[in-house]
């Protein structure tokens, strides 16, 4: 579930926000915040007024606000390590408990939550690209990231674009060549068959991203899967280097 935010996320919201230390005034004047929302006057007393209102907000804004007031409140927690924790462990058991594609993660925020191979695969790539010095694939992996987790419509071509765009950058360095990653591939030395994956994935992020027909463009399932095997692609090529390099 992702593109919708049922009565028991809208509630858990404020209920971890409360558990976290947050009055419902703090609360209502990020949520209004949020929302554009004026508070109502005349609530005065923290219960049940403001609190009443708070979760009024949350039930009658659309779906995708509540993700946003719920990243806003987390955020407002800055400089309260213990209960910003206790906020992010709590929504993200909410996410997982009721299969919510969602996960709140630190520093960017709620993003989407694929697979368990999807996690291990994008979060080890980021981190192998930027130990090796790969800034850049590095970036254009967090961009696909953001891009495929953007409210309220994602964008999974421009997630496909930068996942490939990482695996390309990477390929170059690796290769040290700078020729597009259609030609770059048969010079990887990829072991059988990931070659010939590796050129299929090209193929479809082609058709999928790069040029696209009516139609034609990716939906969820797709672009976890083009993001996954780029970024795995990536992490291989860098440990392969890196082992040569150091004989390990």
């Not at 930027?130 to 953007?150: F, K």
Request: proline fraction near 4%.
């Amino acid at each position: 579930m992702r593109e919708e935010a049922p009565a028991d996320l809208r509630y858990a919201v404020a209920e971890i926000a409360r558990t976290a230390g947050m009055s419902p005034t703090q609360i209502r004047t990020i949520a209004c915040r949020v929302l554009f929302a004026a508070p109502d006057p005349n609530s005065w007393s923290e219960y049940p007024n403001i609190w009443g209102e708070v979760l009024r907000l949350l039930a009658d804004c659309e779906w995708f606000k509540v993700y946003d007031v719920a990243e806003a409140l987390w955020r407002s927690l800055e400089y309260d390590d213990e209960n910003r924790q206790l906020f992010s462990n709590e929504l993200n058991r909410f996410f997982r408990e009721k299969g919510i594609g969602w996960e709140l993660k630190d520093p960017d925020g709620i993003v989407f939550r694929g697979g368990e191979a999807f996690t291990v695969t994008t979060d080890e790539a980021a981190r192998v690209l930027q130990s090796a010095g790969h800034m850049t694939s590095a970036n254009e992996i967090h961009e696909a990231l953001r891009d495929i987790s953007r409210r309220p419509m994602p964008d999974r071509t421009g997630a496909i674009q930068h996942a490939m765009a990482a695996l390309e950058c990477t390929a170059r360095e690796i290769a040290d060549d700078s020729t597009t990653l259609g030609k770059l591939i048969p010079k990887l030395d990829l072991p059988k068959p990931l070659d010939t994956a590796a050129e299929k994935l090209w193929g479809f992020a082609s058709n999928h991203a790069r040029h696209l027909h009516e139609g034609g463009s990716a939906g969820d399932e797709e672009a976890e899967l083009v993001v996954s095997v780029a970024c795995a692609i990536c992490a291989f090529l860098v440990k392969r280097a890196s082992h040569e390099r150091t004989g390990e």
